[in-house]
């Protein structure tokens, strides 16, 4: 005679299974303890151990290597989340759904939620209790319309449902860009100018979920960004700034959860992404907030009108929540800087940091008007000084200094800094004048080419709009790591190279090696 499922207990087997953000648990079909058809009609079960619990995906099995009859066999986060060591015993049961989606299933009926409703929402979310069927249900009825007080609900709940830090000055100060522009990385310069002047700015960034790079991607090829909150805290007390990761400081965490599944359904509405910006400024303790949102045709926003419309939204938010929050639009044509990828975009930095002549001029004048905002927060800095004490910084090598204080607190990178060995050029098809450059495409082919994942790959770049090229010059080079990454990458670039001369034909070239 079988046990009840609901006082079943099997051993937890750790099973080497990256299942992304889904905890997924693995049963035998000839368990001792569970009669696999029972489970059938569940998707869902939950683990139980004293006060930790733990709601898992239930895969049936017929292979002992994941689980023997009387194993459970958890997936790599669903054995990190629920922490308990290899062999111990778990009461496992089929699975409540929760509560809260019950309001999901109001708001995708239109209905308007209120607090409580949006708080156990999220609550469920950071604590990945729903599926990713779940969580894009939820995105797909907040996407068809969201009222004021629920964007102002989201992102409080959003807020607390982390870490949430406390700093001691009166202004604490940030800058975020909305993202969508290659190479654009101007926290890397603005964050030691402004450290070095004397205000805090403790800048947590995201890694790349489908960019080439992001900021923690690039930050890691110069130093450690896994930091942790006491950690973070003394850095910050020491140099004024830090460039760290948020996932690993929790901030926010919910935000972590919607936008791995946003991003792959183009689900990234106004509402949304201001609600996701602003969560992670408020945990983080932010008292003046810069939002750069770059506006072209291959951007994030392409208007001035949908940009006017987000400034609206992220000024509205900042007002409720106590925050300075000052929104300035940005020219975002084309990428930043002259590469693509960690370590080339770690290179563009660092040159412009060491004044180098060849440091992409840019990102450079970019970084300073970004800084200068920051700076004349100050209330010690008179008039509109921020641009000549930014420069100042810049240019006396006092930001480099900072930039090098940084990452020294923050522990060497474990990452190479090498370029991929594997290289090829795209060459102009014919003489004329750049007229566009598709910051997309040139995106999706720096990601083809390896980056983020090896920190070496992507896209350096030899010319910009505005400039000349005769027949057979390069545009760019595309340094790749595998075989396998170098072909799909040369491939994609005759395809769509991104560049378009003399405003109209969109050049068609071979790559070549």
Not at 346 to 371: F, I, W, Y
Not at 492 to 509: D, F, P
Request: charged residues 25%.
């Amino acid at each position: 005679m079988h046990p009840d499922p609901s006082r079943s207990q099997l051993k937890i087997r750790r099973v080497h299974l990256d299942t992304g953000r889904e905890n997924v648990v693995v049963v035998s079909r000839r368990s001792k303890a569970l009669r696999a058809d029972i489970f059938r009609g569940f998707s869902r079960v939950e683990l139980r151990l004293d006060d930790k619990t733990l709601l898992a995906t239930l895969l049936i099995t017929d292979d002992d290597a994941l689980a023997a009859p009387d194993e459970i066999g958890l997936s790599e986060p669903a054995f990190r989340r629920f922490a308990k060591p290899v062999g111990t015993p778990v009461t496992v049961a089929p699975a409540s759904p929760p509560e809260s989606l019950e309001a999901v299933r109001a708001k995708i009926r239109g209905q308007t939620l209120d607090q409580a409703q949006i708080g156990a929402i999220i609550n469920d979310l950071a604590h990945f209790r729903y599926s990713d069927m779940e969580i894009a249900a939820f995105l797909i009825g907040s996407a068809s319309f969201i009222t004021s007080d629920e964007l102002l609900a989201l992102t409080g709940a959003m807020a607390q449902a982390g870490t949430q830090l406390v700093w001691p000055d009166p202004v604490v100060v940030d800058k975020h860009c909305i993202g969508g522009i290659p190479g654009n990385r101007t926290s890397m310069v603005v964050v030691p100018i402004v450290a070095a002047h004397g205000l805090p700015i403790p800048k947590t960034s995201s890694r790349a979920i489908t960019s080439p790079a992001g900021t923690a991607d690039t930050m890691e090829v110069l130093a450690r960004v896994n930091v942790g909150v006491e950690e973070m805290k003394s850095i910050v007390s020491s140099c004024n700034g830090c460039l760290i990761w948020g996932g690993h400081v929790n901030l926010s965490p919910a935000d972590d959860v919607l936008i791995s599944v946003e991003r792959p359904l183009s689900l990234d509405t106004r509402e949304q992404m201001v609600a996701s910006i602003m969560s992670k400024k408020i945990a983080a303790g932010s008292t003046h907030l810069l939002i750069d949102i770059p506006v072209g045709p291959t951007a994030k926003v392409t208007t001035a009108v949908e940009a006017m419309r987000l400034r609206k939204l992220f000024e509205f938010v900042g007002d409720r929540f106590g925050r300075a929050v000052e929104v300035i639009t940005t020219d975002g044509r084309q990428p930043i800087g002259n590469g693509i990828g960690p370590v080339l975009e770690a290179n563009d930095v660092m040159a412009v940091l060491g004044n180098e002549t060849d440091a992409p001029r840019d990102l450079r004048e970019k970084s300073l008007r970004l800084a200068a905002h920051l700076l004349e927060y100050d209330p010690k800095l008179r008039g509109d000084a921020g641009y000549a004490r930014a420069r100042e910084l810049l240019e006396s090598g006092a930001a480099l200094k900072q930039m090098q204080k940084i990452i020294d607190a923050q522990g060497p990178s474990k990452c190479s800094t090498e370029l991929g060995p594997s290289s090829f050029d795209v060459k102009a098809a014919h003489d004329g004048v750049v007229s566009a450059i598709d910051c997309l495409r040139l995106n999706r082919l720096a990601r083809t080419a390896g980056a983020p994942l090896d920190k070496g790959a992507g896209i350096r770049l030899f010319k910009k709009i505005g400039d000349r090229v005769e027949q057979g010059e390069p545009l760019y080079r595309v340094y790749t790591f595998d075989g396998p990454e170098h072909d799909l990458a040369a491939s994609a670039a005759q395809r769509e190279t991104g560049y378009v001369l003399n405003g109209h034909e969109v050049l068609q070239t071979r790559a070549q090696s």
